[in-house]
């Protein structure tokens, strides 16, 4: 997006007490510019066509077609960044993923009473100015995505090995497709992906059901041991520590570091502090510089240290801010992350 021109959102929800709160929220960004409102897919298709907006802002429940449907269409035929608005119901959030699954490329959590526009207003602007810049293309049936032309193996994991990974805008998927392809006996995996706390335990729970790995949201005071990946819970650090010759992790609440509740940063420091060479970190498509400064001092401690390469991420800001930061060995595309985990793990703690 150029200075000059303002980013314009399109609002489509239901609700007008919504509507009304999404549009208050992002009124006083310079940048920023809501360009009309919605209150079903129908009226939406309409002003998309009218209004050329650079993001949707989508909610999930709505009438006379539900935004999921909505979004798979919109996927197919006119690709767009799109931000998907859900609610906090456990069901909401299944299908909040399955809409990330679908090519939205951030969620959101429904706004409400407790909720003020001042709090709304800067994680929404944040996400609409990474859904702008984000890399966006029709999703591909899954039948037309090529399996690996064989499963990763690895001899065995050594338990003084720690895999540390941060992502954001795209993330979900990325990480899906990273840990998807990883053996059931990598070392302990730690994960910081930014997203809204009420769809964090629903994230880990799918990677779990899909991945040879176990996955799980992190507890504070979890062990970390091969085979395992711990997600970090939403709106709170994740740090590695060890006690007793083991590696467990601590969840706390604490500052926002780089405007981010998990944080890269956090948990990589951890890492390069307590892991030191032991360790192998990953960033992934995200906006911003979270993870940049930890990946560096994971490097200086003798860590070895993988990012996505600019083309195959959604943003390429985070990946891009380590990379200048020289705290990056080897840049790679999205589908050679894993099987690059896997040799280095096999090097790695021996």
Excluded: W
């Amino acid at each position: 997006m150029g200075a000059e021109r303002k980013i314009r959102v399109l609002i489509v929800d239901d609700s007008a007490i919504v509507r009304k709160m999404l549009t208050e929220a992002l009124a006083s960004e310079p940048d920023l510019e809501v360009v009309g409102t919605a209150p079903d897919p129908y009226v939406a298709r309409d002003k998309i066509v009218k209004l050329r907006p650079d993001v949707l802002t989508l909610d999930i429940e709505m009438p006379r077609m539900d935004g999921l449907t909505f979004l798979r269409k919109l996927m197919e035929f006119r690709p767009m960044p799109v931000i998907v608005i859900s609610s906090l119901a456990q069901a909401s959030s299944q299908i909040a993923l399955e809409a990330l699954q679908c090519g939205a490329v951030e969620v959101l959590a429904k706004p409400s009473n407790a909720y003020s526009v001042r709090e709304l207003g800067q994680d929404l602007a944040d996400k609409v100015r990474a859904a702008a810049n984000a890399r966006v293309s029709a999703v591909q049936p899954k039948s037309s995505v090529q399996p690996p032309i064989a499963p990763l193996a690895l001899a065995g994991a050594s338990r003084s090995s720690v895999i540390a990974i941060g992502a954001s805008t795209g993330g979900t998927e990325a990480l899906r497709e990273v840990l998807e392809a990883l053996p059931a006996n990598m070392p302990g995996i730690l994960v910081v992906q930014h997203i809204p706390a009420v769809f964090s335990t629903a994230f880990a729970n799918r990677l779990d059901a899909l991945c040879r790995l176990r996955v799980k949201e992190a507890a504070d005071g979890d062990r970390l041991e091969p085979g395992l990946a711990l997600i970090a819970p939403g709106n709170f650090h994740m740090t590695l520590c060890k006690a007793g010759g083991e590696y467990r992790v601590s969840v706390q609440d604490g500052p926002r570091v780089c405007y981010q509740r998990p944080s890269v940063d956090v948990l990589f420091e951890s890492v390069a502090q307590t892991a030191k060479s032991d360790a192998i970190g990953a960033i992934l498509t995200g906006m911003g510089s979270d993870g940049a400064q930890g990946m560096l001092k994971m490097k200086r401690a003798g860590a070895r240290t993988v990012a996505q390469d600019e083309a195959s991420c959604v943003v390429f800001g985070m990946p891009r801010e380590a990379i200048l930061a020289g705290a990056v060995d080897r840049v790679l595309p999205l589908h050679r992350v894993a099987a690059e985990l896997t040799a280095l793990s096999a090097a790695t703690g021996r």
